[in-house]
């Protein structure tokens, strides 16, 4: 069983940063894309980043590039996400996730596991 626990999400005024963790255990696919997904009120799921096993690459929204950097410990089977320079626009639930190399990364419909997701709020 798949099992994606996020923490570290919170509150942040602009231009403060938050770590994101997700820790993952039972994913048995040989290869996968594991990255973060956001959505914001009234806004639809959009990828934020991710990490393909299979290449090592990693891949960033054009709205993050910059400001968030993904990175990963093994040995602990944790992704993390950095965010820096948080602006209000970065303000979503933010999820974990694993997809099968299957459509984009960051094609939403295609992902196979979720997290809980954890709160980002950023304001002004």
């Known amino acids: 069983q798949v099992q994606l626990v996020e923490s570290g999400g919170g509150s942040v005024q602009a231009g403060g940063s938050l770590r994101l963790s997700c820790v993952a255990s039972?994913?048995?696919?040989?290869?996968?894309?594991m990255g973060w997904f956001r959505q914001a009120p009234g806004k639809e799921r959009e990828g934020v980043a991710a990490?393909?096993?299979?290449?090592?690459?990693?891949y960033y929204a054009d709205s993050v590039k910059g400001r968030f950097t993904m990175s990963q410990d093994n040995a602990k089977n944790t992704l993390y996400l950095q965010m820096n320079s948080l602006k209000p626009e970065d303000t979503a639930i933010y999820y974990c996730?694993?997809?099968?190399?299957?459509?984009?990364?960051?094609?939403?419909?295609?992902?196979?596991?979720w997290g809980q997701g954890t709160q980002v709020t950023v304001s002004t």
């Open positions: 996730a694993v997809k099968r190399p299957v459509g984009m990364w960051f094609d939403s419909s295609k992902v196979n596991y």
């Open positions: 039972g994913v048995t696919y040989s290869y996968y894309y």
């Open positions: 990490i393909y096993t299979g290449s090592g690459i990693t």
